[in-house]
């Protein structure tokens, strides 16, 4: 499925209509990013929360990684469906 068809998931008797798929999944990996944290820099006031502040600022690194492997992703989808390598031009 290339990223310029839209993804339907119905929920109940409503449908959530998900276009520009990778685009979508960098948003939700930046949100991701601020929560973990966010979280951790909480947990960073109590000396007994600040084994799982460390975690979450883990992980926060850790989707910082996926951020640039999503758009990397998108653009070797891009070159491999379209063949031309060019894409919309949009940074996310």
């Not at 310029?4 to 798929?21: A, F, I, N, Y």
Request: glycine share 10%.
């Amino acid at each position: 499925m290339p990223d310029g068809h839209p993804v339907h998931v119905r929920l109940g008797p409503d449908e959530l209509v998900l276009r520009q798929r990778y685009e979508v999944l960098s948003i939700v990996n930046d949100v991701l990013v601020a929560l973990w944290f966010v979280a951790g820099s909480i947990l960073f006031f109590w000396e007994s929360t600040t084994t799982i502040g460390t975690w979450l600022f883990l992980a926060g690194s850790v989707e910082l990684l996926i951020r640039p492997v999503i758009r990397l992703t998108r653009k070797v989808h891009l070159r491999r469906r379209h063949g031309s390598g060019l894409d919309s031009g949009g940074e996310y």
